[in-house]
């Protein structure tokens, strides 16, 4: 029985034996439909190319950003004799984390700034030439201050627990030792420590005990403070009478111990 045609169209359909091929579109034949899915397939495909040039940038945005973060952060936490590795930000603090020391100018706290590294903190302290004072919690008996000065970074190498006897800067017998009461200066040497204790060191405030400083000797000459221009860098490290002797670094092979050293650039304005 024939197509009525109820369904609309001429009752055949193209393509199907026995049926008319349609000449063009009609009424209730036609093409548009097609045309449709063919536009909105190109669509798609435009769209998905364009977001996948869209996530390339921003990619490639930022792995610059980061880039730049990582320079522009300082992430090196050694100068010449150390290694790199990123940092986190600075932060402001009115003593040292670490040994809990300060520095005094004309009675005010000089300002200081902390900067994390995978490796150690290091306190950048912002000094005027002017003379100061290195204020620290009393030593107590026979507890002694090192403090090893060079003109670079190389000196921020501790390795916590390696033995102090292989320290060039630290060892027993590397110490100068100055007046019996201090002498005001600090000797700037990669091989020695500014060795401070009993009267070497005075009373500060508040049952503190501080070390006045007012010029640093260098091999070539002595520099009143007043003359620094360059920054400085200083190694300090908190010595129990267990860790001070040629017996107890030999022989009992003392070490650095977690939380006696800490390491401080001094900027001068």
Known sequence: MADTGEH??????????????????TPGNSVEPKEK??????????????????????????????????????????????????????????????????FQQDGSLAPMTVQSYQTADIVTVSLQRAPFYLIFPALGASHALGINVRDDRSGFNIVEGAPIVDNPSFRAGTGFVGYQYGGGSLIVAPDGQNYFIGTRVESGPDGTQRIYVASFISPRSTTPITEQRNSLYLTVFWQ???????????????????????????KFH
Do not use: M, W
């Not at 952060?73 to 940092?87: E, H, V, W, Y």
């Not at 860790?243 to 390491?263: H, P």
């Open 8 to 25: 609309g169209g001429n009752g055949l359909k193209a393509g199907v034996p026995g049926g008319k091929e349609s000449a063009g579109p």
């Open 37 to 102: 899915q063919r536009l909105s397939a190109r669509i798609s495909i435009i769209s998905r190319r364009s977001l996948g040039v869209a996530v390339g940038l921003a990619t490639i945005v930022g792995a610059i950003v980061g880039i730049y973060q990582i320079f522009a952060g300082g992430g090196s936490a050694q100068g010449k004799g150390g290694s790199t590795s990123s940092s986190r930000p600075f932060s402001g603090v009115d003593r040292s984390p670490i040994l809990g020391l300060q």
């Open 240 to 266: 129990t009478p267990a860790q001070q002797t040629i017996a107890a670094q030999v022989s009992d092979r003392a070490r650095f111990a977690q939380g006696s050293f800490e390491y401080f650039i001094l």
